[in-house]
């Protein structure tokens, strides 16, 4: 990492609550409009964005990828879309922060502040203001993927378990039912919760449904011969998003191997202790929210510093690896995977 990026990226988030109401206030002033437009509610919900940007913008900045926060911004752009907030607002909500950083912190060199605004402004008009779904007719089981997908938002969980049990017992490998059906429904569940076309509450019961239905399936998933191999898997600080790591943790269960899930908002004592009690050979560390990179860096960092664990090999992935993927390097793993099939080849990899 470049130095002078992680110390100003440390500066953004220590002053994140003065930087984020000089934002608001700079904001308001710029567009006096948005006052009566928004009301009382708005402007805190202003607030609390501006602390997201400067979030996001400090991730991105201390593992020097700028690509990071322009993709963050086109995310913004299609939630705020979906909430009737237009572009214009979130451009100039761009500028502002860029203003903002630029008087507050005058050390900053400008080209630094400008690489990463810039990015998302540049981009910001040619962005979609919606997404099309991520089950496509074209894939395999798509029929299956949409029934299991309706029967969900119709909160039917028993039809859903139905679904996948009967598809399992017609033959369907359980891989393709993880890689097709659940993992699909669960990016188009959170596709129209960015879009504000379902609820934070049917979200959550989905992915719910999503789990309960994967430990139905643990009676095959736990019958594969045994190959000698350990892995542990999980999320880092308050990580919550643990589906991912959970569907990788499975494949290597289904490939003989065996693994130790030990799930969301993990803290750093309880990975090193049970990396010691399962002599784990392979660590899969999962992370879907870009702020949370730093937790993974300082997780790997405190790994390699123990000489007991020198020989375990460290494989990430989520969703801030599949926008960069170099940024495994930059955290210090030894490999990254973009899904839990393409993970179970690259430990193989590591291992030989």
């Known amino acids: 990492m470049s130095s002078l990026n992680e110390q100003f990226s440390q500066r953004i988030v220590a002053h994140s609550d003065s930087l984020a109401n000089a934002i608001v206030t700079k904001h308001y002033l710029q567009q006096p409009e948005l006052a009566p437009r928004y009301g009382e509610k708005g402007q805190a919900k202003c607030l609390s964005d501006a602390h997201r940007h400067l979030t996001y913008l400090a991730e991105a ?16 752009k299609v ?6 907030i237009p572009e214009a607002d979130l451009a100039k909500n761009l500028q502002v922060i860029g203003e903002v950083l630029k008087e507050e912190i005058s050390e900053m060199p400008i080209s630094l502040i400008d690489d990463y605004i810039q990015a998302g402004l540049q981009q910001l008009p040619t962005l979609p203001s919606e997404l099309s779904t991520f089950i496509k007719t074209a894939e395999p089981h798509a029929d299956l ?11 039917k969980r028993q039809i859903a378990s139905q ?22 429904t669960q990016y188009e569940i959170g596709r129209l919760w960015q879009m504000n076309k379902v609820s934070v509450a049917q979200e959550h019961y989905c992915t719910a449904a999503t ?10 998933i736990f019958a594969s011969e045994k190959r000698g191999h350990t892995l542990v898997a999980t999320c880092v600080g308050s990580e919550l998003h643990e589906m991912g790591v959970r569907m990788v943790a499975d494949f290597f269960e289904m490939e003989g191997w065996d693994t ?3 799930g969301a908002n993990m803290p750093p004592s309880g990975i090193i202790k049970e990396l010691e009690e399962r002599k784990a050979e392979v660590l899969a560390i999962s992370a879907t929210m ?22 375990v090999k460290i494989m990430v992935g989520g969703y801030p690896f599949n926008v960069e993927p170099s940024l495994w390097q930059k955290v210090g793993a030894d490999a990254y995977a973009k899904n839990a099939d393409e993970a179970i080849k690259v430990a193989n990899s590591l291992l030989n």
């Open 79 to 84: 939630l705020l879309s979906g909430l009737g």
């Open 290 to 311: 870009t702020f949370h990179i730093s937790a993974v860096t300082n997780l790997i960092t405190t790994i390699r510093s123990n000489e007991n664990f020198k020989s």
């Open 145 to 155: 993927a949409n029934q299991y997908f309706e029967a969900l938002l119709s909160g």
């Open 260 to 262: 130790f899930y030990l």
């Open 211 to 220: 789990q309960l239905i994967m430990s139905q399936l643990y009676a095959y």
């Open 163 to 184: 679904l996948i049990l009967n598809a399992v017992n017609n033959g369907i490998s359980i891989k393709e039912i993880y890689l097709y059906v659940f993992q699909r």
């Open 61 to 76: 900045m201390a593992v020097d990828h700028p690509s990071l926060f322009a993709n963050y911004i086109a995310w913004g």
